[in-house]
């Protein structure tokens, strides 16, 4: 624990943690966890940020993500401590800017076909970027996620964060952003550099 850590502990100040994860799936079973992100991405639209809605979308797709284990490929996480609610949120908006900038990251609500084609292709590769922002201290998301015991721990942690209403921010996103874009091999390793497999 850091001096900082330690003079705010005696303080009382309150411990703001911002963290990102990353979880790369693969095989052909990716399509309905597009589905979920997409429907949930959609109502947090339509919420216009609600906590509570977003908080409830992110139990969703966490319980999606570990119901769909199999398919983790690799994985990856980073995150900060701060004791100023002004900086955690910088920090948030600077990790958004940065998830919504990989490739085919947001999903576009506004052109959804009319007659859809009867064979789209279906990608291999999903990329899920969770970030979010919570008082106190959960030592599984503050450790290393890349294997897949911790990365369960830390997803399960995260639902528990919304029914103990500790979240600040939440922000998904997710690589390709809709049925019918493909993420190839290359487009991965290229704006997913962090990865390591599980």
Same mark, same amino acid.
């Given at each position: 624990m850091g001096l900082r850590d330690?003079? !705010?502990? %005696?303080?009382?100040?309150?411990?703001?943690?911002? !963290?990102? %994860?990353?979880?790369?799936l693969a095989g052909q079973e990716v399509a309905p966890i597009l589905g979920v992100l997409n429907r949930t991405a959609r109502s947090a639209m339509d919420a216009d940020g609600d906590l509570e809605v977003l908080g409830e979308g992110l139990v969703e797709i966490c319980q999606t993500l570990l119901q769909y284990d199999e398919y983790w490929l690799s994985a990856a996480n980073e995150g900060d401590v701060f004791w100023s609610e002004g900086e955690a949120g910088d920090y948030v908006n600077e990790l958004f800017t940065d998830s919504a900038q990989r490739y085919l990251s947001e999903p576009d609500f506004s052109n959804t076909p009319t007659d859809e084609p009867l064979s789209i292709p279906i990608t291999r590769n999903l990329v899920v970027m969770i970030t979010a922002a919570f008082t106190g201290e959960v030592p599984e998301l503050e450790t290393d996620l890349s294997n897949i015991t911790a990365l369960k721990d830390g997803l399960k942690a995260l639902i528990n964060l919304h029914y103990q209403e500790k979240l600040q921010a939440i922000q998904v996103h997710f690589s390709p952003a809709q049925l019918g874009d493909e993420l190839t091999n290359d487009q991965l390793l290229q704006n997913f550099t962090e990865l390591i497999p599980l």
């Open positions: 330690r003079f !705010s502990k %005696l303080t009382g100040g309150t411990r703001y943690v911002v !963290s990102r %994860l990353f979880l790369h």
